[in-house]
């Protein structure tokens, strides 16, 4: 099992960057792929980024492409969300997620484990 701990939110302008950091326990961390999800009130979860826990592969929802960048520290233990160019629709609760075989990067689904989720929230 792993846990997930997310921090890093906050509140800035558009045009402003965050970083989100997700830190897991446990001593298998390398072995998980991640994935990035939010929802905003009133919507479902839906997805941002996921790294693959092997090759350095990563997968980023179009709304996000080129503004957001997904990274992982397995020595640490940590997978991080550099959100640059930040828009009032990036506001939501982002919440971390792992898994050893994700049947598919962009569901939820695919995922068995989670974090509490860190609030973003983008002023105009």
């Known amino acids: 099992q792993v846990q997930l701990v997310e921090s890093g939110g906050g509140l800035v302008q558009a045009g402003g960057s965050l970083r989100l950091s997700c830190a897991a326990s446990?001593?298998?961390?390398?072995?998980?792929?991640m994935g990035w999800f939010r929802q905003a009130p009133g919507k479902e979860r839906e997805f941002v980024a996921a790294y693959r826990r092997s090759g350095g592969v990563t997968y980023y929802a179009d709304s996000v492409k080129g503004r957001f960048t997904i990274s992982r520290d397995n020595a640490k233990n940590t997978v991080y969300l550099q959100m640059n160019s930040l828009k009032p629709e990036d506001t939501a609760v982002y919440y971390c997620a792992a898994d050893l075989r994700p049947l598919t990067y962009y569901s939820s689904n695919s995922y068995a484990y989670w974090g509490q989720g860190t609030q973003v929230t983008v002023s105009s």
């Open positions: 446990g001593r298998t961390f390398s072995s998980y792929s």
